[in-house]
T-cell receptor, first 115, second 113 residues
Framework: DAEITQSPRHKITETGRQVTLACHQT?????MFWYRQDLGHGLRLIHY???????NKGEVSDGYSVSRSNTEDLPLTLESAASSQTSVYFC??????????????FGPGTRLTVL | RKEVEQDPGPFNVPEGATVAFNCTYS??????FFWYRQDCRKEPKLLMS???SGNEDGRFTAQLNRASQYISLLIRDSKLSDSATYLC??????????????FGTGTQLKVEL
């Protein structure tokens, strides 16, 4: 069955370290998204991509970067981890034909703790 | 003002009760609307889309009022398994023609015996 996976599921790191969170989907979806979820804020969009070589900043993109070299993967990199980036990170994908109502499918999430 | 606002709850209701959640959104250009369900420490999953004419899926009914920029979700005959957080989600077209979702902070429902 097609799916979306994230790794690692849990990560503890230290302030200042570079961290990369992986996201892989097998639906061949064009669109992929990274969100973070914090108490009181709900899900906030970090970065998103509408296809290979396309990336866009979301509302909380500072300190994060992504690259899209193939359809299946959108890794999220924290260049220099900060304690404020302790959060649960969700990756999502959607097929997205413009103009249609489009469901996003979420991965299981990665719990990141920055000490 | 938040783009999507929900009452955080929690709503504690007895099994069998009817419960309604409300949501308002600020951007009148919003194009489509959803309710997602999120169980504790799990990923959000689509519960239902919300159409202008209103739509029903079993015990769940969703309504949209574009003039008031208001979305609702009604759950009838609540089950223990309905206990979760319900996220109101608004879809807007992004710069590249794809879609971008804005999430409310969620309303927590606890169904009790």
């Amino acid at each position: 069955d097609a799916e979306i996976t994230q790794s690692p599921r849990h990560k503890i790191t230290e302030t200042g370290r570079q961290v990369t969170l992986a996201c892989h989907q097998t639906w061949n979806h064009n669109n992929m998204f990274w969100y973070r979820q914090d108490l009181g804020h709900g899900l906030r969009l970090i970065h998103y991509s509408y296809g290979v070589q396309d990336t866009n900043k979301g509302e909380v993109s500072d300190g994060y970067s992504v690259s899209r070299s193939n359809t299946e993967d959108l890794p999220l990199t924290l260049e220099s981890a900060a304690s404020s980036q302790t959060s649960v990170y969700f990756c999502a994908s959607s097929e997205s034909i413009s103009g249609t109502i489009d469901t996003q499918y979420f991965g299981p999430g990665t719990r990141l703790t920055v000490l | 003002r938040k783009e999507v606002e929900q009452d955080p709850g929690p709503f504690n209701v007895p099994e069998g009760a009817t419960v309604a959640f409300n949501c308002t959104y600020s951007n009148s250009a919003s194009q489509s609307f959803f309710w997602y369900r999120q169980d504790c420490r799990k990923e959000p999953k689509l519960l239902m889309s919300v159409y202008s004419s209103g739509n029903e899926d079993g015990r769940f009914t969703a309504q949209l009022n574009r003039a008031s920029q208001y979305i609702s979700l009604l759950i009838r005959d609540s089950k223990l398994s309905d206990s979760a957080t319900y996220l109101c989600v608004v879809n807007m077209e992004g710069p590249g023609g794809g879609n971008k979702l804005t999430f409310g902070t969620g309303t927590q429902l606890k169904v009790e015996l």
